[in-house]
């Protein structure tokens, strides 16, 4: 979860990745 969350933020632009790493 930490991962994906540092992910989210790295790939703050695309909204869409963003969205599915909230899912996740």
């Not at 979860?1 to 996740?24: A, D, G, P």
């Amino acid at each position: 979860m930490s991962i994906c969350r540092k992910n989210c933020k790295f790939t703050s632009t695309i909204t869409k990745k963003r969205l599915i790493c909230e899912q996740n």
